[in-house]
C-alpha cells in the first residue's frame, strides 16, 4: 500500500471513528454471528442421524430446544448487531461531517448563496456515506471475517476432511482467482472515481470564479470539454461496474455449482458409508459460510480501491479554494454596527454582460438600521441585482455600496456574510433530513430551534411530520409545497439569526394569514435593534407592513403600487 493511502485509513480512524468499546463490541459480535452457525449445524446433524435411525426421542426433542435456542440466540445478536452498527455509522457520519464540511470547508460560508456549492456541499456528504460504510462493513469486520473462516474449516475437517478439502479448493481458490481480474477492474474504477471528482470539482470552481476567469476564458467550450470528458468517465464507470456484475454472476454460479457436488459427493460417500445423513447439512453449512466469508474477505481488498477514490474524491472537494478578490490589498472589520444607516447604495450602476442596457443606473439609496424597507418595482428593474450587489456576489463597477459606512470593497467577502443572510429567489435545500437543512450542519440549539420553528410558522408543519426534525427530504425540498418550502428557509434565517436580511420575493406562496403573522415577528426583530430586513416583494399587504418603502423604476409602475398598498 502507497503511504498516501495510509495516511488516508489513519486519518479516517483517528478522526472519524467512535469509541473504541463500540468498536470492539462491533467486531466480538461480527465473530459471534459468524460462528453460530457450526454448533446450530451439528445440532441439526445429529438431529438427522438420530430421525433416520428412529431412535432416541427425548433426546430428538432437547436437541430441538437447543436449536431453538441458538436461532433465537442468532437473531437477538443480529438485532443487537444491527443497531450498534447503525451507532457507530452514524457517529462516524456526524464526526465526519462536522470535521471536513462545517469546521474546516468553506463550503459552509456559500450553501445559502449558491447553488453549486449546496450541490458540493451533498456530493462531499453523499460520498462521506459511502465511504463510512465500505469502512464499516468491510475492514471493521476484517479479523471476524477470517477466525470465522477458519473456525468453519476446522469443523469441515473434523464432520469429513474430503468433502471439506473440495470445499476449500472450489471454495476458495475459484474465488481469488475471480477477484484477481474483479480487483484489477476496482482499481480502474476507483481511477474513475478519482477523475470524475477533479472534472466536477473544476467545473464548481469555475462557477464560484466566474468574474475571474471569464475575463480570459471561452467558458462555453470550457464547460462543454469539461462535461464531456465527465460524462465519458461516467460511461465508463458504468462499463467497469457491468464488468464487476458479470464476475459476481459467474461466482455465485460457482457457488450454487459447489453446493450441488457437495450433495452429490456426499450421497455418494452416504452410499459407500463414509457419511451419514446429517453430515450433508453440516457439509452444506460449511460450504455456504466458507465461499460467504472468503467473498467478504476478498470484497475487503478489492473495496479498498472504491474507498481511496472516495476519500481521494471527498480530498479534491476539501481543498478547492473559494473566490476571493485578489486586487483589494486591505481588509476591514465591521466594527460601527449600531450605526443608523445599515446599508447605503451610492450612484451604482451594473449592466450584464449579454445585455445592451443598464438594468440599474446611478441609483442611490439609504437603508437605515432596524427597519423592514420593501423594495418594490417592476419585473427585471434590478430589484435582484441590487440585492446581490450588497452582499457581494455581484461586482460594482460603477459606484459603492456601504454597509454600517464601510465600503464593501474594502470588507473580507466571509466576513460580510457572517452578518448578511441573503435569501434568493430560487432557494436550495440539499438530501438530507429537516433539521439539516435548517441547521446546514452548523451546531444544533434546540432553543435557537424552537425560535426559528415558532417565528418562521413551521413549528405546526414540523409536528405532523412523522418523524419531525428527522423526517427526511429531497434536494428539491419535496415533499414541501412552495409555500412550506419559503418557511423552511425563513426558519434557516431565523436560527442563524444575522443582522441583515435580503429576502428576494421569500414571502411570496405563503398564504395571507401566514404572511402577516411572519411580518409581524420580523417587526419584533427590528423593533428590537436586532436585525435590518430588505424585502424585494409585489405584494401589496407586506408593502403596507413595511416600515420603509424603496422603489425602482418608472413612476408610473410606482404610483400604481404604493395605490395597492394605500400607503
Given at each position: 500500500m502507497?503511504?498516501g ?5 489513519k ?6 471513528s467512535?469509541?473504541?468499546?463500540a ?6 459480535l ?16 445429529r438431529?438427522?442421524d438420530?430421525?433416520v ?6 433426546r430428538?426433542v432437547?436437541?430441538f430446544?437447543i ?12 438485532y ?12 462516524m457520519?456526524e464526526?465526519?461531517?462536522e ?7 468553506k463550503?459552509?460560508?456559500w ?16 460520498d462521506l ?5 465500505e ?27 474430503k ?15 475471480g477477484?484477481?481480474?474483479k ?12 477523475q470524475t471528482?477533479?472534472?466536477?470539482a ?13 475575463a480570459?476564458l ?6 462543454s ?10 460511461w ?11 464476475i ?11 453446493v ?6 456426499s450421497?455418494?460417500?452416504?452410499y ?14 460449511v ?18 480501491q472504491?474507498?481511496?477514490g ?8 476539501y481543498?478547492i479554494?473559494?473566490?476571493?478578490d485578489?486586487?483589494?490589498q ?10 443608523d ?44 441585482t ?15 455600496v456601504k ?27 440539499f ?6 437543512n ?20 413551521l413549528k405546526?408543519l ?16 419535496n ?7 419559503k418557511k423552511?428557509?425563513?426558519?434557516r434565517?431565523?436560527?442563524n ?25 420580523l ?14 416583494t ?20 410606482e404610483s ?8
Open positions: 502507497k503511504e493511502q495510509k495516511d488516508y485509513f486519518f479516517f480512524e483517528k478522526e472519524f467512535p469509541p473504541k468499546a468498536i470492539i463490541l462491533f467486531s466480538f461480527s465473530f459471534m454471528i459468524g460462528i453460530i452457525t457450526y454448533p446450530e449445524a451439528e445440532v441439526v446433524r438431529i438427522i438420530y430421525m435411525q428412529g431412535s432416541n426421542k427425548s430428538i432437547k436437541l430446544c436449536v431453538l435456542l441458538i436461532y433465537l440466540t442468532k437473531v437477538f445478536l443480529n443487537v448487531y444491527l443497531k450498534i452498527k447503525w451507532i457507530i455509522r452514524y457517529t457520519l464526526r465526519a461531517e470535521k471536513m464540511i462545517v469546521k474546516n470547508s463550503s459552509q460560508k450553501a445559502d448563496t449558491e447553488l453549486q456549492l449546496v450541490d458540493r456541499f451533498t456530493i462531499i456528504r453523499n456515506v459511502q465511504a463510512v460504510d469502512y464499516l462493513n468491510s475492514f471493521l469486520v476484517l479479523y471476524s471475517t477470517f477466525l470465522s473462516l477458519i473456525a468453519g474449516i476446522a469443523y469441515g475437517i473434523i464432520v469429513n476432511v468433502v471439506t478439502l473440495i470445499i476449500i479448493v472450489i471454495g476458495i481458490l475459484v474465488p481469488i482467482v477477484s484477481l481480474t480487483g484489477k477492474i476496482e482499481k480502474a474504477q476507483s481511477k474513475i472515481v478519482i471528482g477533479r472534472y466536477r473544476l467545473l464548481i470552481n469555475i462557477v464560484e470564479n466566474i468574474e475571474v476567469i471569464k480570459f471561452d467558458r462555453r467550450k470550457l464547460f470539454s469539461l462535461e464531456k470528458e465527465n460524462q465519458k468517465l461516467e465508463e464507470s458504468i462499463l467497469y461496474q457491468k464488468f464487476v456484475s458479470l459476481n454472476t459467474i461466482q455465485n454460479a460457482v457457488g450454487y455449482s459447489l450441488v457436488f457437495v450433495i452429490l459427493f450421497v455418494f460417500l452416504i459407500k458409508k463414509e457419511m451419514k445423513f446429517g453430515d450433508i447439512y453440516a457439509m452444506l453449512a460450504s455456504s459460510t466458507v465461499n460467504d466469508k472468503v467473498m467478504s474477505l476478498i470484497n475487503i481488498f478489492t473495496k479498498r472504491t474507498f481511496m472516495l476519500m481521494t474524491r471527498i480530498n479534491i472537494y481543498e479554494p473559494t473566490c476571493e485578489k486586487n483589494v486591505t481588509r476591514v472589520e465591521l466594527t460601527d454596527k449600531n450605526s444607516v445599515a446599508i447605503e447604495v451610492q450612484g451604482v450602476s451594473y449592466k450584464y454582460k449579454d445585455k445592451n442596457e443598464f438594468v440599474l443606473c446611478n441609483l442611490s439609496k439609504v437603508f437605515g438600521s432596524g427597519k423592514i424597507h420593501a423594495v418594490v418595482g417592476e419585473s427585471g428593474c434590478g430589484k435582484s441590487l440585492l446581490k450587489m450588497i452582499c457581494n456576489l455581484l461586482p460594482i463597477e460603477e459606484g459603492k454597509i454600517f459606512g464601510k465600503d464593501i470593497a474594502e470588507i473580507d467577502r466571509e466576513k460580510l456574510w457572517d452578518y448578511i443572510e441573503y435569501i434568493p429567489q430560487n432557494i436550495y435545500f438530501e438530507g433530513t429537516v433539521k439539516e435548517i441547521t446546514l450542519l452548523k451546531e444544533y440549539d434546540q432553543e435557537r430551534m424552537d425560535f426559528a420553528l415558532k417565528n418562521s410558522r405546526e414540523v409536528d405532523k411530520l412523522p418523524n419531525g426534525l428527522d423526517s427526511r427530504i429531497s434536494s428539491d425540498g415533499p414541501f409545497s412552495t409555500g412550506e418550502k423552511l428557509v425563513l426558519a434565517a431565523f436560527y439569526d444575522k443582522t441583515i436580511w435580503l429576502m428576494d420575493e421569500t414571502l411570496n406562496g405563503i398564504d395571507v394569514i401566514d404572511t402577516e403573522r411572519i411580518m409581524i415577528n417587526k419584533k426583530r427590528v423593533e428590537n435593534g436586532k436585525n435590518t430586513i430588505i424585502i424585494v409585489h405584494n401589496p399587504d407586506v408593502i403596507k407592513m413595511s416600515d420603509e418603502v424603496h422603489m425602482i423604476g418608472s413612476e408610473r409602475w400604481e403600487e404604493i395605490a395597492q398598498a394605500n400607503i
